[in-house]
Every structure is written in structure tokens, then in C-alpha cells.
């Protein structure tokens, strides 16, 4: 799995849609993602989707890996 592209999304946001810095961090992927019109799935969250969401973006203790 590659990783998000932190450069188009922070141009997307600050430049695109006019977010100040604390705003953009602040924000949820998914938020982000629904500021910018995509709607994602209307489908619900189903066990399936929750394990690769916990997989894509597992749990990290402080002092570890960019935590």
C-alpha cells in the first residue's frame, strides 16, 4: 500500500479550499474528503472495512514511529 500524497492534499486544502493550517490538521481524512465532493461509499461500515481501516491506519504508542 502506498502512502497519502501529503503534498496535492495540503495544495488541495490550503490553496484549493482556503483551510488555514491548525484547520487542515484538524480534519479527518474522510472530512477532507467530503470538502473536496466525494461522497464516498453510502454503504455501511461492515467488519471487512473496518479490519483494512485498522490495518491501513493501525494504532501507534507514543515514542514510537511518529508517535
Avoid: C
Amino acid at each position: 500500500m502506498t502512502g497519502l500524497d501529503w503534498p496535492a492534499l495540503m495544495r488541495v486544502g490550503l490553496h484549493g479550499l482556503g483551510l488555514q493550517p491548525a484547520q487542515f490538521w484538524a480534519l479527518t481524512p474522510m472530512e477532507l474528503q467530503m470538502m473536496l465532493g466525494s461522497r464516498g461509499s453510502d454503504a455501511p461500515l461492515l467488519s471487512d472495512g473496518l479490519a483494512a481501516l485498522m490495518a491501513a491506519y493501525p494504532d501507534r504508542k507514543k515514542g514510537t514511529e511518529n508517535g
